[in-house]
């Protein structure tokens, strides 16, 4: 018998790789397929991380405890808060509400509590579980009563709505659909946002009511797909189970679900019957190629990390970072949203095959249409959840780029300032009110709590409300010999690092809208330590001090820069990343974008509004003024407190407006015209209008 700490300690020492020439990973590998190993022990409850990988062989550092930190002010502190103050809460009334789209509803009536017929999504399970963990997440920091009992009254319901074999999925428990007739069904989707909100609610809480219950269901789903079922070897859509399985395994150390994570990932793409929507036309570890559901890739790509971390598989491993090259060369949206298609065709280029139908789908190389982007939130922070875990895998900060780069854009984009409205879609530009919106498009941010007009399909707001509540962690990681920060914003950290030493360290800053992070050690080891700094791959002389001294050596751009020493308490550490505004162009091969820029300044991407233009002027007579000077404006009423790029530039004249679809080239005439370009995460805050990114250039 094995723990998973004996996996580790093979796997670090190479015993039997030593003996019999076999390479560390096969030993877990090996152990994890024979099922050696008991139930998990008193360490694997000890941690309070989003995902749990202290005693995981093949990582570069571990996450912060959820309560281990949190901002202490600014821009996320003030998300955070909101987060707390309204979106949980109101988000919570709205889920009760039998015409909203995902409903609590669902498992009163699963549960024999009331009378009545299944409505909404059939993934409405799945975003109820989604509330819970953002819940438990939020009260690992507050402690609030009521949340616990919020939390506490769901928990029941769904251990009533549970089947005596485990099986829980309400749109069909309530229907005469029958379990597991159609991958559409979103059961493992459901199931597995149980499995990962359960092993974070007792992380947080320390209670195992919901525990129990995913147990329950996890040892139900290994027999079914234990024998791996060639009917059952694409279920399902939007896999999440792969990363819940993971999870439980690492919250009880049962090796079971491991080995049941790995042959979700395994059977995927083994039948002939796959699809490119759906992630199975190929096995994963042959995958070249990011095509298909964006939402249903980056839900497999996470799970597959997940595996990874445990396994060290290089085959997986190579896969996802070919994966990963593929998507970020060629088909990722400079906001960091990765579906450019509502609907299309899969379009692969090294693979001749007849393409597949897809919807909410990368696009083909360079297939980056801006109005009619999909950007699905839950795509969107999919993507940032992935290059986290890639993260993990690999501590190459390129990864935190993209993780920053959603962040910061494509997710906040789609959560209103106020915290209670949502947009599904993320586009690049929004047109005329008179050109028609594409499927799950909105003219403003859905509002949470009207029943009147209840939203389609709710998997995003929660999806926000969980990350937004878990944001702090994915700023932080702990190794043996030091501390990571990956993302900047005013907070605190107290923490212990793996091997036992406290540490203690306080940022103080007004990332995004200024480079200037001063980081103070209050609490530190005796013995010299690592504090690695992420350079972001967008800064341009970056520039450190210690205690006042300027660091002389490299501070390279798109890395961790590492400080070693022995610390005091009292140290400081001052980091200044420059944030002059950046002219962005695409690559010539994005059609749209060519003669066209994008406005950055740090990690955020800003657009025009056409609020901002003088009345009368059309937001497509606009053009960029490439050697125009800019102005960086702090605007502290404006959308909540932003600051603001104002520049001139050019309006075509009135008079050469162009009305036919098509003319003869003429020279146009151009008019000055101020310009003020506002965060894109803010825009449609101030009511509807037209919005646009990308900006031609005179
Ligand atoms: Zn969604």
């Not at 019957?273 to 497999?300: F, M, P």
């Not at 690999?394 to 209103?416: C, P, Q």
């Not at 709710?458 to 030091?482: E, M, N």
């Amino acid at each position: 018998m094995k723990s998973n700490q004996d996996i580790r300690w093979f796997a670090r020492n190479n015993v039997l790789g030593n003996v019999a020439g076999i390479s560390p990973m096969t030993v877990a590998l090996v152990l994890i397929a024979t099922g050696a190993g008991p139930v998990g022990t008193s360490s694997f409850a000890a941690s309070k991380a989003i995902v749990d990988v202290s005693a995981s062989p093949h990582v570069k550092f571990r996450p912060i405890d959820l309560d281990a930190a949190r901002w202490t002010g600014g821009f996320w502190g003030d998300r955070w808060e909101t987060n707390r103050r309204v979106t949980v809460p109101t988000m919570k009334q709205v889920m009760e509400l039998p015409n909203n789209a995902a409903t609590f509803r669902n498992l009163r009536l699963a549960a024999g509590e009331i009378q009545g017929k299944f409505s909404g999504n059939n993934w409405s399970d799945g975003d109820c579980y989604k509330w819970i963990e953002a819940a438990a997440s939020v009260f690992a920091l507050t402690r609030d009563p009521e949340l616990e009992r919020q939390m506490d009254e769901a928990i029941a319901i769904i251990a009533k709505a549970q089947a005596s074999d485990g099986y829980i999925s309400t749109q069909i428990q309530l229907s005469e659909k029958g379990r597991w007739t159609n991958l559409n069904h979103h059961e493992l989707y459901n199931m597995g946002h149980l499995l990962t909100a359960a092993c974070i609610h007792h992380r947080l809480t320390g209670k195992s009511n919901f525990l129990d219950i995913a147990r329950k269901l996890a040892d139900y789903l290994y027999t079914v797909f234990e024998p791996r079922p060639k009917e059952l070897a694409h279920f399902c859509f939007n896999p999440s189970n792969i990363m819940g399985a993971a999870e439980l395994y690492r919250t009880t150390g049962d090796q079971k679900y491991l080995r049941l994570a790995g042959i979700f990932v395994t059977m995927r793409g083994s039948q002939p019957d796959g699809s490119d929507l759906n992630q199975s036309k190929i096995r994963l570890r042959q995958e070249k190629e990011a095509v298909g559901h964006a939402v249903t890739a980056t839900y497999l790509w996470c799970g597959a990390a997940d595996v990874c971390a445990e396994t060290g598989e290089p085959a997986l491993l190579a896969a996802l970072q070919g994966l990963w090259d593929d998507v970020t060369s060629s088909k990722m949206y400079i906001t960091g949203g990765t579906a450019a298609l509502h609907h299309g065709a899969s379009q692969r280029t090294l693979l001749k095959q007849k393409p597949d139908l897809v919807f909410e789908a990368f696009g083909a190389p360079y297939q980056l249409p801006n109005r009619t982007a999909y950007n699905e939130t839950c795509a969107n922070i999919g993507n940032a959840m992935w290059n986290w875990r890639m993260l993990l895998l690999t501590g190459e900060a390129k990864y935190a780029d993209v993780m920053e780069r959603v962040f910061y854009n494509s997710m906040l984009s789609a959560i209103g300032l106020e915290g209670k409205d949502y947009f599904y879609s993320n586009p690049l530009r929004r047109g005329p009110a008179d050109v028609p919106l594409m499927t799950q498009d909105s003219a403003q941010r859905w509002p949470d709590t009207t029943p009147a007009s209840p939203v389609r399909c709710f998997c995003c707001p929660p999806s926000l409300a969980r990350t937004i509540a878990q944001l702090h962690t994915y700023a932080y990681g702990l190794s043996a010999d030091g501390v990571w920060i990956h993302l900047y914003g005013s907070g605190r950290l107290d923490a212990s690092l793996p091997g036992g030493a406290p540490i203690t360290l306080s940022q103080q800053t007004d990332y995004p809208w200024d480079g200037k992070i001063t980081i103070r050690l209050e609490k530190t080891p005796p013995v010299e330590t690592a504090l690695r700094l992420r350079i972001p791959g967008w800064v341009s002389g970056a520039s450190i001090k210690i205690n006042g001294q300027r660091f002389t050596q490299e501070v390279s751009p798109g890395s961790y820069c590492e400080l070693r020493r022995r610390w005091s308490a009292g140290d400081t550490v001052e980091l200044d990343l420059p944030m002059p505004v950046a002219l962005m162009e695409s690559h010539p091969l994005v059609e749209e974008n060519r003669n066209h820029l994008a406005v950055m300044r740090g990690p955020l991407v800003y657009c025009l509004e056409e609020k901002d233009l003088p009345p009368g002027i059309a937001i497509e007579d606009v053009r960029l003024v490439r050697a125009a000077k800019w102005t960086v404006r702090r605007e502290p009423t404006l959308l909540r407190g932003v600051t603001v790029l104002e520049t001139q530039a050019k309006r075509l004249s009135q008079a050469k407006r162009v009305d036919a679809l098509y003319r003869r080239a003429a020279d146009d005439s151009a008019e000055p015209v101020s310009l003020r370009l506002i965060p894109y995460y803010a825009w449609s805050n101030r009511g509807e209008g037209q919005m646009t990114v990308w900006l031609p250039v005179w």
